[in-house]
């Protein structure tokens, strides 16, 4: 593994988890919000991450057979958490229906703050690992002198 790859991966980590926390703090935004462009309550939404995956070129399939790459992780995509909202009685509420339940998002307010205390632990180890990494070449064009 390359200086530049071991940077390579831990970015794409950090991109993979700031996305995971905005995506956490948009959940944690509309905990609320009962309507939706879509219709219906908010849903709860996660990340998808996936290897990367480099293509089908030979000469990049070769020379991963010689060279392991290292790995690296994208966001490939969006979901919407497939639970169903939580109704809740409020008889005098305009989103009423007519039994009187109101279509909550089901979003877990504890899941939420654990997910993101996760996310955030996961981005701190990222950038000690990039910070590891310059020091580690930093020692190593020291050796040079």
């Given at each position: 593994?390359?200086f530049?790859?071991?940077?390579?991966?831990?970015?794409?980590g950090?991109?993979?988890q700031?996305?995971r926390m905005?995506?956490?703090?948009?959940?944690?935004?509309?905990?609320?919000?009962l309507?939706?462009?879509?219709?219906?309550?908010?849903?709860?939404?996660?990340p998808?991450?996936?290897?990367e995956?480099?293509g089908?070129?030979?000469?990049?399939?070769?020379?991963?057979?010689?060279?392991?790459?290292?790995?690296r992780?994208t966001?490939?995509?969006?979901?919407?958490?497939?639970?169903?909202?939580?109704?809740?009685?409020?008889p005098g509420h305009?989103?009423?229906d007519?039994?009187?339940?109101?279509?909550?998002?089901?979003?877990?307010?504890?899941?939420?703050?654990?997910?993101?205390?996760?996310?955030s632990?996961?981005?701190?180890?990222n950038?000690t690992?990039?910070?590891?990494?310059?020091?580690m070449?930093?020692?190593?064009?020291?050796?040079g002198?």
């Open positions: 593994m390359s530049f790859d071991a940077l390579h991966t831990s970015a794409s950090l991109s993979a700031r996305m905005n995506l956490i703090t948009s959940n944690l935004a509309n905990v609320d919000t309507r939706t462009a879509e219709g219906g309550p908010y849903r709860r939404k996660e998808v991450f996936a290897a995956n480099p089908p070129d030979f000469a990049r399939a070769l020379d991963d057979r010689l060279h392991p790459p290292a790995g992780v966001v490939v995509e969006v979901v919407e958490d497939p639970r169903p909202p939580v109704l809740k009685y409020k305009p989103e009423a007519e039994n009187g339940y109101v279509a909550m998002p089901n979003i877990n307010l504890m899941e939420e703050m654990a997910n993101m205390m996760s996310a632990r996961s981005y701190e180890a950038v690992a990039i910070s590891t990494t310059k020091k070449a930093l020692k190593a064009l020291e050796i002198r």
